[in-house]
């Protein structure tokens, strides 16, 4: 569905990405991640057709983006990190407008416009947009990228800002587009929810890839499952030979690096009239991944 290939943009002697190369297939959710300056909202913006690149090559849905910007619109809805809407327009009138934009019918319009509303359990009750909540106004910007019923979403940040219930009910949504079929690409800075939903995910640094992949590939690049033993432990000088320990919760905690370590812990705990309590295993994170990369 989505294939990049050398991907540059410069703005004179600084350059925003440097030759990035990816590909996204039909019904995948790809995210795009990095610290601040990474490069994440220009690569979005050339998927969207907003901006040229310098150099390379983007196809979408068959569609050579450079050279046929026109045909993306078609098949393709953009949601940008702010939710700008026309705030003195009801929900009907700006969805409507959009709708005829895309040059719809206005039977096509009207259902499409339903459809929309309920399956974001939007209720807007004739008023305002200007009046509603950030987490309303977020789901009448996501209902006007969809209007047109595209094939490909660029989301930026789409639940940025929003409050734990509305930024979980997106989330769900973005699921459920999925499994319709479209394909996603977006950025998020909530890193456990690009855990959650990306198929692949691609991390950037000052406009380069770093790390491509999905999560259990990710986490073989930055290192496998760690463990983590909490225990009971009458005298804790035994321990200080096998590793470095806290305290908390009433507990000692020691992290080790594979079983043959986890082992090792556990037998002197044991032995020296400690008790294990717990023993939890742990995979790297996004979190850590983009602590280790650095800015």
Same mark, same amino acid.
């Given at each position: 569905?989505?294939?990049?290939?050398?991907?540059?943009?410069?703005?004179?002697?600084?350059?925003?990405?440097?030759?990035?190369?990816?590909?996204?297939?039909?019904?995948?959710?790809?995210?795009?991640?990095?610290?601040?300056?990474?490069?994440?909202?220009?690569?979005?913006?050339? +998927?969207?057709? +907003?901006?040229?690149?310098?150099?390379?090559?983007?196809?979408?849905?068959?569609?050579?983006?450079?050279?046929?910007?026109?045909?993306?619109?078609?098949?393709?809805?953009?949601?940008?990190?702010?939710?700008?809407?026309y705030e003195t327009m009801t929900v009907d009138e700006? +969805?409507?407008?959009?709708?005829?934009?895309?040059?719809?019918?206005?039977?096509?319009?009207?259902?499409?416009?339903?459809?929309?509303?309920?399956?974001?359990?939007?209720?807007?009750?004739?008023?305002?947009?200007?009046?509603?909540?950030?987490g309303m106004k977020r789901k009448v910007a996501i209902?006007?990228?969809?209007?047109?019923?595209?094939?490909?979403?660029?989301?930026? /940040?789409?639940?940025?800002?929003?409050?734990?219930?509305?930024?979980?009910?997106?989330?769900?949504?973005?699921?459920?587009?999925?499994? /319709?079929?479209?394909?996603?690409?977006?950025?998020?800075?909530?890193?456990?929810?690009?855990?959650?939903?990306?198929?692949?995910?691609?991390?950037?640094?000052?406009?380069?890839?770093?790390?491509?992949?999905?999560?259990?590939?990710?986490?073989?690049?930055?290192?496998?499952?760690?463990?983590?033993?909490?225990?009971?432990?009458?005298?804790?000088?035994? +321990?200080?030979?096998?590793?470095?320990?806290?305290?908390?919760?009433?507990?000692?905690?020691?992290?080790?690096?594979?079983?043959? /370590?986890?082992?090792?812990?556990? /037998?002197?705990?044991?032995?020296?009239?400690?008790?294990?309590?717990?023993?939890?295993?742990?995979?790297?994170?996004?979190?850590?991944?983009?602590?280790?990369?650095?800015?």
């Amino acid at each position: 569905m989505i294939t990049a290939s050398g991907l540059t943009k410069t703005y004179g002697l600084y350059k925003a990405l440097d030759h990035v190369s990816f590909g996204c297939g039909d019904g995948e959710i790809f995210g795009v991640i990095g610290h601040n300056g990474a490069g994440k909202t220009t690569m979005l913006k050339i +998927l969207s057709g +907003l901006i040229d690149p310098t150099e390379g090559r983007l196809e979408i849905g068959g569609i050579d983006v450079l050279s046929d910007p026109d045909h993306l619109k078609r098949i393709l809805g953009y949601l940008p990190e702010e939710s700008r809407l026309y705030e003195t327009m009801t929900v009907d009138e700006y +969805l409507r407008f959009f709708g005829e934009i895309y040059a719809l019918d206005r039977q096509t319009i009207e259902r499409r416009k339903r459809e929309l509303l309920e399956s974001l359990s939007l209720d807007p009750d004739g008023k305002k947009m200007g009046e509603f909540s950030k987490g309303m106004k977020r789901k009448v910007a996501i209902a006007r990228s969809l209007i047109h019923n595209p094939s490909v979403l660029i989301y930026d /940040e789409p639940t940025s800002g929003l409050d734990p219930m509305t930024s979980r009910y997106i989330i769900d949504y973005l699921k459920d587009l999925r499994n /319709e079929g479209k394909t996603i690409v977006l950025s998020a800075h909530n890193l456990y929810q690009v855990e959650e939903i990306c198929n692949k995910v691609m991390i950037l640094r000052r406009g380069k890839v770093v790390a491509m992949g999905n999560m259990h590939e990710l986490r073989e690049m930055f290192g496998s499952i760690s463990y983590r033993i909490s225990f009971h432990m009458p005298d804790i000088s035994h +321990l200080e030979s096998c590793r470095e320990y806290s305290f908390e919760g009433g507990l000692y905690h020691v992290s080790v690096p594979d079983i043959g /370590e986890m082992n090792r812990c556990t /037998e002197v705990i044991g032995r020296h009239g400690g008790r294990v309590e717990r023993i939890e295993s742990h995979y790297p994170t996004l979190e850590e991944m983009l602590i280790r990369i650095g800015k």
